[in-house]
């Protein structure tokens, strides 16, 4: 049972560049990888759409890494940090489409050294209804934007992000709990990439999550299958 309240990981969901072992040169591990598909749900156009992300997290440097496909096609990944310990494709808003996602199986190959390994993904869809957001509310001297949504049943988690005009991440919350639907972001209560400017527009959303059956606190990060995505414009004035 994951139970949320008690995990202080930020959430870096467009964004995840750390790699799931840490290196220790004490006590070497050998290479290990995991790849991971994630469903990402957002309206788009008056129309609930749907897409997919795809992520290589390994505990070594990889020198490459990409997912094949049903059908014989293949995706090359792109490095997400320096270290290359993660690599992934992030869905664009032309990947979306009416139709969810089958059950399937997704190759994952990467390179460490020249060496060449494997894993599969068994990726199952899970739906979640995306939630609907109540209310924005902003505090320009604290710099801070308090955002109110409707609670999901079918939620096991939420994250909040902010966005500005270029689609780039302004801050990250942490998890919050299932059970929460309502949240202020501010120096405290998340990762801030930058600061907001008065008069600027952004783009708050409010993400409700589903694990993987199985995930646990210690894996959670990497064993989410859904994000159902809310999403509203405020500009940053009293």
Not at 33 to 56: N, P, Q
Not at 77 to 98: H, M, P, V
Not at 171 to 183: G, H, K, P, T, V
Request: hydrophobic share 40%; charged share 20%; net charge negative.
């Amino acid at each position: 049972m994951i139970n949320i309240q008690k995990i202080g990981k930020l959430v870096l969901l467009a964004f995840i560049v750390t790699g799931f072992w840490a290196c220790n040169d004490d006590d070497p591990e050998p290479f290990n990888f995991i790849g991971e598909v994630v469903t990402l749900k957002r309206t788009i156009d008056g129309e609930e759409k749907f897409a997919l992300s795809y992520y290589a997290y390994a505990n070594m440097k990889m020198d490459s890494a990409s997912v094949d496909f049903p059908g014989d096609s293949t995706l090359t990944l792109s490095a997400a940090d320096a270290q290359k310990l993660t690599y992934s494709y992030e869905a664009s808003t032309e990947d979306f489409s009416t139709t969810a996602p089958a059950t399937e199986n997704y190759d994952f190959l990467v390179f460490n050294n020249g060496v060449e390994y494997t894993a599969t993904e068994n990726h199952i869809f899970t739906d979640v209804d995306i939630p609907t957001i109540d209310s924005v509310g902003v505090t320009t001297s604290t710099e801070s934007v308090y955002v109110e949504w409707s609670n999901n049943d079918d939620a096991q988690g939420y994250a909040v992000q902010i966005l500005n005009d270029d689609d780039e991440i302004v801050f990250n919350s942490y998890i919050l709990a299932d059970d929460e639907d309502s949240f202020t972001a501010n120096q405290s209560t998340g990762s801030w990439e930058t600061s907001l400017t008065s008069g600027e527009t952004y783009t708050i959303e409010v993400q409700a999550m589903v694990f993987e059956d199985g995930a646990t606190n210690a894996n959670f990060f990497y064993q989410i299958e859904t994000i159902a995505i809310a999403s509203e414009e405020f500009i940053f004035e009293d």
